[in-house]
C-alpha cells in the first residue's frame, strides 16, 4: 500500500514538475525571467567535491563518444538536458515525499500543506537561482515570480493526492470500484493537462530561444569576415602551400560559429560592455580601471593565429579549435602597473565565477602572453569570453580564463578553478595528431597505380610539429606531408596518399615535435593533465 502511494507520489511530482519546468523556460525566454533548473544545475557543480564533478562531465563525455556524437557540438546541449533531469528528479523525490508523509498522518488532502511544500521547495532554490542567475530582471520580481510557481506546483501537487489517495480506503467493493475509475480518469487528465502545457511551453521557448540564437548569430557573424590584405589573393599567411588538405579534414581555420565552447556554466555569461570596468589591484603602484576602449587604444595590438584545445578532450577530440586572436601584451599591461616588492601572481576573476592564477614569470618569459579583445578582426563572441579573455601560448583552455571581470597582483599562489578540482596545475599541452579522414571517395588516379589520400591534424602548442606519420595494418610507418601551419602557435595539416589496397584496414598516426621530441604513444586518459596516444580508424576500401 504504502510503496503504491510513493510510486502514485513520484508520477504526480515528475508530471507537475515536467509542466512547471516548461513553464519557467518560456518565461525566462520571454520576460528574462530566471530558469530554476539552470541555475541549481550550475550551483552545484560549484560546490560539489571537484572528483564528483569530473567524473559527471567523464561519464558524460564517455556515453557522447559510445554514441557517436560530436562532443564539441553537443555537449553543452547534454549538460543542459542533466540540469533539467536532475530537477525533474528532484520534482519526483518531493513528490513521493509529500504523498509519503500525507499518508503517514492519514490525512486526505491539506491545501495548507501543499502551500507548505510548494514554498519549502521552492524557497531554497529561490535563494540560489538570485545568487546566481544572469537575468537582468528585478530581484524582487523574480523572487516573487519564483514562489508564486512553486506555491502552484505545491497546491497541485495537493490537488494530485486528494483524488489519488483515500484514507482510509473504503471496505465496500463496489466504492473500491468507483475510486479506482476515478483515480485512473484523474491520471489520465493529469497526465494530458500537463504533457499540454510542458509541449506548449517548451515548445514556444524553444521557438523564441532559436529566434534569439539566429539574431545573435546574425550580427556577429555579419562582421565576422576575416580581414585580407589589399590585393591578397588569400587572408591566409600559408595560402601558396602546394600541400592541400585533404578533402574530409576540418577546415584550416575554424568558422567562429564553429568554435568549440567550453564553460561552466549551462549558458554562457553576459556583460555588459558599457558598464564593464576592469579593475586590477593588489601590488601595483599603478592600481588601474580600464575600459575595453582602453585595452583597443592604449596599447599596441598584436594578432596571433591561435589553436586553443580543451583538456577534457579524448584522442581524436573535436574539442579543438583554430582562429585569429588579437589584443595586447600581457607584459605591456604589467609595465604601466609598477609592480611592487613581492609580486609574483595575477589572480585573474571571471563573471562566471571562474578563478585561475598566472604566474607573473611566465608573462615575463613569454611576450605572446596576450589580453584577447577580439577574434577574427571583431570584438570577442559573447559565448567566448566577451569583452575579455587572456591566451597564453602553450596552455589548454582551463588555465585562460574568460569574460574577465578583476585582476589582483598577489605574491601568495591560490590554485585555479580546475586546479582545486584535481586536474593538472601546468596544463601544458600534450602533442597529439588526428586522423579526419580517409578520403575513399576521392582516389587518387595515377597512371596504374591508385592512392587512397588520408588526411588529418598535428598539434603540439607551441612547440611547433617537424613530423607525421601514418602506418596501415601495423606495417612501417611512412612519412606524410606537411602543410605549412597558420603560426607557430596553430595545428598542422598533413597529407598521405596510400597506395590502394581492397579491404578492411587500420590506420593510425603518430608525429613529433619541431625540436624532435616524439608524441607520446602511451594510452592515457585525459585527466589529470590531458590525453596521450596513438589515434586510429577502421576503413573499408573497395575497388
Same mark, same amino acid.
Given at each position: 500500500?504504502?510503496?503504491?502511494?510513493?510510486?502514485?507520489?513520484?508520477?504526480?511530482?515528475?508530471?507537475?514538475?515536467?509542466?512547471?519546468?516548461?513553464?519557467?523556460?518560456?518565461?525566462?525566454?520571454?520576460?528574462?525571467?530566471?530558469?530554476?533548473?539552470?541555475?541549481?544545475?550550475?550551483?552545484?557543480?560549484?560546490?560539489?567535491?571537484?572528483?564528483?564533478?569530473?567524473?559527471?562531465?567523464?561519464?558524460?563525455?564517455?556515453?557522447?563518444?559510445?554514441?557517436?556524437?560530436?562532443?564539441?557540438?553537443?555537449?553543452?546541449?547534454?549538460?543542459?538536458?542533466?540540469?533539467?533531469?536532475?530537477?525533474?528528479?528532484?520534482?519526483?523525490?518531493?513528490?513521493?515525499?509529500?504523498?509519503?508523509?500525507?499518508?503517514?498522518?492519514?490525512?486526505?488532502?491539506?491545501?495548507?500543506?501543499?502551500?507548505?511544500?510548494?514554498?519549502?521547495?521552492?524557497?531554497?532554490?529561490?535563494?540560489?537561482?538570485?545568487?546566481?542567475?544572469?537575468?537582468?530582471?528585478?530581484?524582487?520580481?523574480?523572487?516573487?515570480?519564483?514562489?508564486?510557481?512553486?506555491?502552484?506546483?505545491?497546491?497541485?501537487?495537493?490537488?494530485?493526492?486528494?483524488?489519488?489517495?483515500?484514507?482510509?480506503?473504503?471496505?465496500?467493493?463496489?466504492?473500491?470500484?468507483?475510486?479506482?475509475?476515478?483515480?485512473?480518469?484523474?491520471?489520465?487528465?493529469?497526465?494530458?493537462?500537463?504533457?499540454?502545457?510542458?509541449?506548449?511551453?517548451?515548445?514556444?521557448?524553444?521557438?523564441?530561444?532559436?529566434?534569439?540564437?539566429?539574431?545573435?548569430?546574425?550580427?556577429?557573424?555579419?562582421?565576422?569576415?576575416?580581414?585580407?590584405?589589399?590585393?591578397?589573393?588569400?587572408?591566409?599567411?600559408?595560402?601558396?602551400?602546394?600541400?592541400?588538405?585533404?578533402?574530409?579534414?576540418?577546415?584550416?581555420?575554424?568558422?567562429?560559429?564553429?568554435?568549440?565552447?567550453?564553460?561552466?556554466?549551462?549558458?554562457?555569461?553576459?556583460?555588459?560592455?558599457?558598464?564593464?570596468?576592469?579593475?586590477?589591484?593588489?601590488?601595483?603602484?599603478?592600481?588601474?580601471?580600464?575600459?575595453?576602449?582602453?585595452?583597443?587604444?592604449?596599447?599596441?595590438?598584436?594578432?596571433?593565429?591561435?589553436?586553443?584545445?580543451?583538456?577534457?578532450?579524448?584522442?581524436?577530440?573535436?574539442?579543438?579549435?583554430?582562429?585569429?586572436?588579437? *589584443?595586447? %601584451? !600581457?607584459?605591456? =599591461?604589467?609595465? $604601466?602597473? @609598477?609592480?611592487?616588492?613581492? &609580486? +609574483?601572481?595575477?589572480?585573474?576573476? /571571471?563573471?562566471?565565477?571562474?578563478?585561475?592564477?598566472?604566474?607573473?614569470?611566465?608573462?615575463?618569459?613569454?611576450?605572446?602572453?596576450?589580453?584577447?579583445?577580439?577574434?577574427?578582426?571583431?570584438?570577442?563572441?559573447?559565448?567566448?569570453?566577451?569583452?575579455?579573455?587572456?591566451?597564453?601560448?602553450?596552455?589548454?583552455?582551463?588555465?585562460?580564463?574568460?569574460?574577465?571581470?578583476?585582476?589582483?597582483?598577489?605574491?601568495?599562489?591560490?590554485?585555479?578553478?580546475?586546479?582545486?578540482?584535481?586536474?593538472?596545475?601546468?596544463?601544458?599541452?600534450?602533442?597529439?595528431?588526428?586522423?579526419?579522414?580517409?578520403?575513399?571517395?576521392?582516389?587518387?588516379?595515377?597512371?596504374?597505380?591508385?592512392?587512397?589520400?588520408?588526411?588529418?591534424?598535428?598539434?603540439?602548442?607551441?612547440? *611547433?610539429? %617537424? !613530423?607525421?606519420? =601514418?602506418?596501415? $595494418?601495423? @606495417?612501417?610507418?611512412?612519412? &606524410? +606531408?606537411?602543410?605549412?601551419?597558420? /603560426?607557430?602557435?596553430?595545428?598542422?595539416?598533413?597529407?598521405?596518399?596510400?597506395?590502394?589496397?581492397?579491404?578492411?584496414?587500420?590506420?593510425?598516426?603518430?608525429?613529433?615535435?619541431?625540436?624532435?621530441?616524439?608524441?607520446?604513444?602511451?594510452?592515457?586518459?585525459?585527466?589529470?593533465?590531458?590525453?596521450?596516444?596513438?589515434?586510429?580508424?577502421?576503413?573499408?576500401?573497395?575497388?
Amino acid at each position: 500500500m504504502k510503496i503504491r502511494i510513493i510510486a502514485l507520489g513520484a508520477l504526480a511530482g515528475g508530471l507537475l514538475t515536467a509542466a512547471l519546468t516548461a513553464v519557467l523556460y518560456l518565461a525566462n525566454q520571454l520576460l528574462n525571467l530566471p530558469f530554476v533548473p539552470f541555475d541549481l544545475f550550475n550551483w552545484v557543480t560549484r560546490v560539489l567535491p571537484g572528483d564528483l564533478v569530473t567524473f559527471g562531465i567523464d561519464t558524460m563525455i564517455n556515453i557522447m563518444l559510445f554514441l557517436g556524437v560530436n562532443v564539441a557540438e553537443s555537449a553543452k546541449t547534454a549538460e543542459r538536458i542533466s540540469a533539467v533531469l536532475q530537477f525533474m528528479a528532484l520534482g519526483i523525490l518531493v513528490g513521493a515525499l509529500y504523498f509519503a508523509v500525507m499518508s503517514w498522518r492519514r490525512s486526505n488532502g491539506d491545501r495548507f500543506a501543499g502551500l507548505l511544500v510548494g514554498a519549502l521547495f521552492g524557497l531554497p532554490l529561490a535563494a540560489i537561482s538570485l545568487a546566481i542567475t544572469q537575468s537582468d530582471v528585478f530581484p524582487v520580481l523574480s523572487l516573487a515570480w519564483i514562489i508564486a510557481a512553486f506555491l502552484i506546483w505545491g497546491l497541485a501537487l495537493n490537488e494530485a493526492y486528494a483524488h489519488l489517495v483515500r484514507i482510509p480506503e473504503p471496505e465496500d467493493e463496489e466504492t473500491r470500484l468507483v475510486l479506482r475509475r476515478d483515480r485512473r480518469r484523474f491520471l489520465i487528465q493529469l497526465g494530458a493537462g500537463t504533457a499540454l502545457i510542458t509541449i506548449a511551453g517548451a515548445g514556444l521557448g524553444t521557438v523564441l530561444k532559436r529566434l534569439e540564437d539566429r539574431r545573435t548569430l546574425a550580427e556577429s557573424t555579419d562582421e565576422m569576415v576575416h580581414n585580407s590584405e589589399p590585393g591578397a589573393e588569400s587572408p591566409f599567411p600559408n595560402a601558396g602551400d602546394p600541400v592541400v588538405p585533404v578533402p574530409g579534414t576540418r577546415p584550416e581555420y575554424t568558422p567562429v560559429k564553429d568554435h568549440y565552447k567550453v564553460f561552466i556554466q549551462t549558458e554562457p555569461t553576459l556583460i555588459d560592455e558599457a558598464s564593464w570596468v576592469l579593475p586590477i589591484t593588489g601590488l601595483v603602484d599603478n592600481p588601474q580601471m580600464l575600459t575595453l576602449e582602453d585595452f583597443k587604444t592604449r596599447w599596441d595590438s598584436i594578432d596571433q593565429y591561435v589553436t586553443l584545445s580543451c583538456i577534457s578532450g579524448r584522442i581524436g577530440t573535436s574539442l579543438i579549435s583554430t582562429t585569429q586572436w588579437t *589584443g595586447v %601584451s !600581457a607584459q605591456d =599591461v604589467l609595465a $604601466d602597473l @609598477g609592480l611592487q616588492e613581492g &609580486a +609574483q601572481y595575477l589572480v585573474i576573476t /571571471s563573471g562566471d565565477g571562474f578563478y585561475e592564477t598566472v604566474d607573473i614569470d611566465l608573462i615575463m618569459s613569454e611576450p605572446r602572453i596576450m589580453f584577447c579583445y577580439a577574434w577574427d578582426g571583431n570584438d570577442l563572441p559573447k559565448d567566448h569570453g566577451f569583452p575579455l579573455r587572456i591566451w597564453i601560448p602553450d596552455r589548454y583552455g582551463m588555465k585562460q580564463p574568460k569574460w574577465i571581470t578583476e585582476i589582483e597582483v598577489t605574491a601568495e599562489y591560490q590554485e585555479g578553478y580546475w586546479v582545486e578540482r584535481n586536474w593538472d596545475e601546468v596544463a601544458q599541452v600534450k602533442t597529439t595528431s588526428v586522423i579526419d579522414t580517409v578520403a575513399v571517395d576521392h582516389l587518387i588516379e595515377d597512371g596504374d597505380q591508385r592512392r587512397v589520400p588520408i588526411g588529418g591534424i598535428a598539434f603540439s602548442g607551441a612547440r *611547433g610539429i %617537424s !613530423a607525421v606519420q =601514418v602506418r596501415v $595494418d601495423g @606495417g612501417e610507418w611512412q612519412d &606524410a +606531408q606537411l602543410r605549412s601551419p597558420l /603560426s607557430e602557435t596553430t595545428w598542422v595539416i598533413w597529407r598521405y596518399e596510400w597506395p590502394f589496397e581492397e579491404g578492411q584496414h587500420l590506420f593510425e598516426v603518430r608525429c613529433r615535435e619541431l625540436d624532435g621530441t616524439p608524441q607520446i604513444e602511451e594510452q592515457t586518459d585525459n585527466r589529470p593533465s590531458g590525453a596521450t596516444g596513438i589515434d586510429s580508424v577502421e576503413a573499408t576500401i573497395m575497388g
